[in-house]
């Protein structure tokens, strides 16, 4: 008997063309046979979670099937019942509405896990997204992969560094289809600014500012040690990490501001910002040469122990020079022999007004075009072909931030092998990169 996966691949290689397949192929011109949709469980159910949750869902071809929370309900950043509710009985609710609401809907119903590890086992689903803090993209993608699913995970694609090392290369073990949530490599204006720098319009590079936000001073929300609530499994929330005191200030959303769950500000942006530097400067499977952490504050509060102002600085091969941080305006610039070009959310600029018109041609090289980065994912796990943003360019991506931690903690510049993957000639700063200190009883398989 074929599993899901040997289906999907024997159905993608007896399709030629169109890359991505209309609805209509499955039966009918706007639905898809139930049996030919692709099979979804959520891990992590908090705002991306739904945000993710939703965008899949309204995919002609796909059934979300499953969600996993270790929350029940719960309603983020805000105190008390303000805002959307959101954990696993608020994401059941909203995906058994949304079903029930489709003509002839034959909808079963969405089952509901606390253990990510039971939804991973099932082998009736094709694909698992991983939605939850960054210190258990890791654990739960690697266990997806493991039971054969494709994932779509939300950067930054893993916490530690040596995490991403093993998640890119069990991706390729599998032959798995992953995406990661960069959705700027889905937008048309980065794909813009990529083309222009891809056609050598500003000549050579010379020197790129990445800018990314502050990071938080004081707490956001309650500081007061609290036991956890009834709805929401703390263990298991904190997972391989240290198991700190309950606050409300450190827990939802606000968890990224401590180095146990999130990497602040740094690495909640630098896989959108400086995703797109490597993408333009043709360093997706790549990296810098050399690393400095530089003029690095903290918060005046103990609640959070991610920076507030950072700079990130890096060479790469060619002479390129580049500057990542809160220093500078939001967004990525790359200054050339022949000009500049600059591009943030919602915005293209650049030194020679011609360049930003849609009409404006910069050459022959074109970049990946994917105008909705869940159907693209969708697109990848039918066809069987890679998506805009696969594992090992999402764990590049963030490399520069990750080794700027052991920069800054060591307070020296460091030398990179992007090749290797190694810090050159300094075995302390290495062993450091590479520690998974997880709590007991968790570890990466």
Not at 24 to 29: A, L, M, Q, T, Y
Not at 288 to 306: H, I, K, L, R
Not at 339 to 352: C, D, F, Q
Not at 408 to 416: D, E, I, M
Request: hydrophobic letters at 35%.
């Amino acid at each position: 008997m074929k599993t899901r996966r040997q289906f999907l691949s024997t159905a993608a290689a007896a399709v030629t063309a169109p890359a991505i397949m209309p609805s209509s192929i499955f039966g009918g011109e706007t639905k898809t046979a139930p049996s030919e949709r692709i099979t979804i469980g959520v891990i992590g159910v908090g705002g991306r979670g739904f945000a993710n949750l939703n965008g899949l869902m309204k995919q002609p071809d796909t059934q979300i099937v499953a969600v996993c929370d270790v929350d029940s309900l719960h309603y983020g950043k805000h105190e008390g019942r303000v805002g959307n509710p959101m954990g696993r009985d608020a994401a059941k609710s909203s995906v058994e509405d949304y079903y029930s609401k489709q003509a002839g809907s034959t909808y079963k119903g969405c089952d509901t896990y606390s253990d990510y590890r039971e939804l991973c086992a099932r082998d009736d689903i094709d694909a698992v997204v991983v939605a939850t803090p960054d210190n258990w993209h890791a654990l739960a993608a690697m266990e997806a992969l493991q039971n054969g699913k494709d994932v779509y995970c939300e950067k930054p694609v893993t916490h530690l560094f040596a995490e991403g090392q093993a998640l890119y290369k069990e991706v390729a073990k599998q032959k798995a289809i992953f995406q990661t949530g960069s959705q700027q490599r889905s937008t048309a204006n980065f794909h813009q600014a990529v083309e222009l720098i891809h056609n050598g319009v500003i000549g050579k590079v010379k020197e790129v500012k990445v800018g990314l936000p502050k990071g938080h001073n004081q707490p956001l929300g309650d500081t007061k040690n609290t036991t956890p609530p009834d709805h929401l499994d703390y263990d298991f929330w904190t997972g391989p990490s240290p198991m700190l005191p309950y606050m409300k200030a450190r827990n939802h959303w606000n968890w990224r501001w401590h180095l146990a769950y999130g990497g602040g500000q740094l690495m909640d942006w630098i896989g959108h910002h400086n995703d797109i530097n490597h993408w333009a400067i043709g360093m997706d499977k790549s990296g810098p040469q050399t690393v400095e952490a530089v003029g690095w504050t903290y918060p005046e509060t103990d609640v959070y122990n991610s920076p507030v102002d950072y700079e990130v600085r890096c060479t790469y091969a060619g002479g390129i020079e580049t500057s990542i941080g809160s220093v500078n305006d939001m967004g990525t610039k790359w200054i050339g022999e022949n000009g500049w070009v600059s591009v943030t959310r919602g915005k293209l600029e650049a030194s020679n007004q011609e360049w930003v018109k849609k009409d404006f041609k910069a050459g022959s090289k074109k970049a990946y075009k994917s105008p909705n980065h869940h159907r693209n994912f969708i697109d990848g796990v039918k066809n069987r072909t890679e998506c805009v943003a696969p594992a090992e360019t999402a764990h590049r991506s963030i490399t520069p931030g990750h080794i700027a931690y052991v920069s800054q903690a060591l307070g020296r510049k460091l030398k990179w092998d992007p090749a290797k993957e190694e810090i050159v000639g300094d075995a302390e700063a290495q062993k450091k990169l590479m520690a998974l200190p997880y709590r007991a009883p968790w570890k990466l398989s």
